[in-house]
């Protein structure tokens, strides 16, 4: 079984920082790629960023690219999302998602619970 679980959320001003963390664990062989996603109140869930295994490859949404860092520890299968310059609009719940394959050599997609993030005076 695998596990996936963010956490680091929270309240904070415009103009703030958070950093995220996605943790994954269980019987993991390899992680191939590690996905940021978010859902606003009212509004579909929408990719943020992504991460190759490694951190060898990465890309940005438009709007949070130059203000959003999404890096990678493979040896702890720990991905973070340090989120500066935060705007209101960025409130939502952050989801985290590991394409990885198990001990067993299957490959899967896991989403962790989302852990939320509000940006408010």
């Known amino acids: 079984q695998v596990q996936v679980v963010e956490s680091g959320g929270g309240l904070v001003q415009p103009g703030g920082s958070l950093r995220l963390s996605c943790a994954a664990s269980?019987?993991?062989?390899?992680?191939?790629?590690m996905d940021w996603y978010r859902q606003a109140p009212g509004k579909q869930r929408e990719w943020v960023a992504t991460?190759?295994?490694?951190?060898?490859?990465?890309n940005y949404a438009d709007s949070v690219r130059g203000r959003f860092t999404i890096s990678i520890d493979s040896a702890k299968n720990t991905m973070y999302l340090q989120m500066n310059s935060l705007e209101p609009e960025d409130t939502a719940v952050y989801y985290c998602?590991?394409?990885?394959?198990?001990?067993?050599?299957?490959?899967?997609?896991?989403w962790g619970q989302g852990t939320l993030v509000t940006v408010s005076s």
């Open positions: 998602n590991a394409q990885l394959t198990t001990t067993a050599r299957s490959i899967l997609g896991v």
């Open positions: 269980g019987s993991i062989f390899r992680i191939n790629v």
């Open positions: 991460i190759t295994s490694g951190g060898g490859n990465t």
